[in-house]
């Protein structure tokens, strides 16, 4: 009788060529390797806590022959393998068509997915986004890197795919959801490679992302979807107490009694126009702070020990946080989307503001490494800053911040930069380090340029940072990084609906409810499965 057992913590010494797995498995069981009808690696990380000893640790899948008669402290015993990626049953449903499509709003991963789920169901779907294709927003965003002309509606935040498109195209994610096994397959069957199912911290690259969706957007107009590019929800209409369309920004009207908001975090003027009309939200923490930039062969030694392991394991990541006591109470400062061998490129959405991110690709070679360094902001940091108690006074903070950042130099979107020594420092030498940040940056004392409230705990936290990665203060600062997340929550009830908007469905980062790709994927297919389920056939 066969029998399924989950070996956990296998320690795998780095080396170019990788042991086999039945022999592995054969080993860490104590069984002959005859007794294994398969094995299969499921899960990989890196276990880097002693540099003269760095390991892979596996989880291995294991089918045997028989039942083992003793398991170890590392062994269970499993009633199914979990290589079974076929979809979730609260996407499997028989559903009547409705008289008007499902429209979607936003084409990032939240939208994307709900308007996937919604048309393998045979769900009529009308997917529109304010920016461009893949295509030609590369394009866009190429003319923002090299001449400094941002275009407002297609950039690195107003586009197919969403934000997520240009980062590192991280997938790890802490949520638990059965859905985002699921999710990590459709990516995989979409052109992402299987091993992004294994790593413990998989990411994608944006040179990935862009095949997968357009492979995503061909498959969605193979279902029927109707997809609208250069489409931007101005109006949201109401009827009767409910939702009955929208109006596009040419005075367009699409009929719809359900619509699922899938705008992100950036499109302020959504924001704006929902507020007015009454849409309930309210403000939440959120993040705001810096990009740093180091040579990766730094990170390398710092993490490895010796840059030369990277050939092998890839450019080397890193995780900071620190606590930090403030006037106002504990404040989080933390690495937020730090890219291996990448680019800090400009975010910006308006005309006048200056904003910065982190991008890779798949193969992570570039020579820098950057991250986000970030101060956590609640809404009563605002307050007491003077901002008016209201949902939308984090918009106005980042807009405060993002205008300030772009009239402190002179030439459009460049970045403002400070080495980390000076900014510890408080002192402004006009030093700036190599950076390949385009379209430039120009020196600029951030500590003049960010609010105390942030400085003081930023200074703190990069001094801890500095113990924990050798060499971490010679790097240097580009300002702001002040996109990490919404600040608001379009707050929603337990039918994903809005509390006071019938037929509304919040959905992703930009709603509030989601932190990257895999999270804001998960909400989307939730909303699908609300919407499947009111439509289900009895």
Sequence with gaps: MTAY???????????????????????????PISHIESATLVKE??????RSAISWLWQIEVVLTEPLKHTGQNVAALNTLSSDLSKPQGLNRSVASPSHPVIVVGSGPAGLFCALALADAGV??????????????MRDIGQLRSKGVLNPESNVCFGEGGAGTYTDGKLYTRIKHPFVKWVMGQLVQYGAPPQILVDAHPHLGTDRLMRIIQNIRHHLLDRGVDIQFNTRMDVLLQKDGRVAGIRDQTGKEITGDRVVLAIGHSARDTFNMLHEIGVAMEPKSFAVGVRAEHPQNLINQAQYGDSSVAEILGAAEYRLTCQVETEFGTRGVYSFCMCPGGLIVPTP????QMVVNGMSNANRSARFANSGIVVQVEPEDLVRAGFENHPLMGLAFQQQLESRCYAAVGQPYFAPAMTIEDFLANRHSGKLLTSDFRPGIQACDLNELLPPWLVVPMRTALRNFGRKIKGYETGMLLAVESRSSSPLRITRGIHMQSINTKGLYPVGEGAGYAGGIISAAVDGLKAAEQILTELSVK
């Design 5 to 31: 057992y989950l070996i956990r913590d296998v320690r795998v010494p780095i080396q170019a060529n990788r042991p086999d797995l039945k022999e592995t498995a054969s080993l860490a069981l104590d069984v």
């Design 45 to 50: 990380s890196i276990d880097a806590r002693k």
């Design 124 to 137: 009529k779907t009308q997917l529109i986004e304010r920016g461009q294709p893949v295509e030609p927003r």
């Design 349 to 352: 959405t308006e005309p006048g």
